[in-house]
């Protein structure tokens, strides 16, 4: 599973951006955080996730945190 951090996260519409250790930026949206099953992520947090689609049609799944 590939890691990452979280770059930004607003907690009012649960979207944000990862910052995978590529240093490539990957968004999160409302609906893979409402899947995780998460309260909330932290700025600087490390999550590891799964990556779906291709080009520009990549998403984050599965998101779980590893630590801070």
């Given at each position: 599973?590939?890691?990452g951090t979280i770059?930004?996260?607003?907690?009012?519409t649960?979207?944000?951006?990862?910052?995978?250790?590529?240093?490539e930026e990957l968004?999160?949206?409302?609906?893979?955080?409402?899947?995780?099953g998460?309260?909330?992520?932290?700025?600087?947090?490390?999550?590891?996730?799964?990556?779906?689609?291709?080009?520009d049609e990549?998403r984050?799944?599965d998101?779980?945190?590893?630590g801070?």
């Amino acid at each position: 599973m590939p890691q990452g951090t979280i770059k930004e996260f607003d907690v009012q519409t649960h979207s944000g951006c990862l910052l995978l250790d590529n240093q490539e930026e990957l968004p999160i949206d409302a609906e893979t955080f409402a899947a995780s099953g998460m309260l909330e992520l932290r700025l600087g947090q490390r999550v590891r996730f799964e990556i779906e689609g291709s080009g520009d049609e990549r998403r984050v799944r599965d998101i779980r945190i590893v630590g801070f």
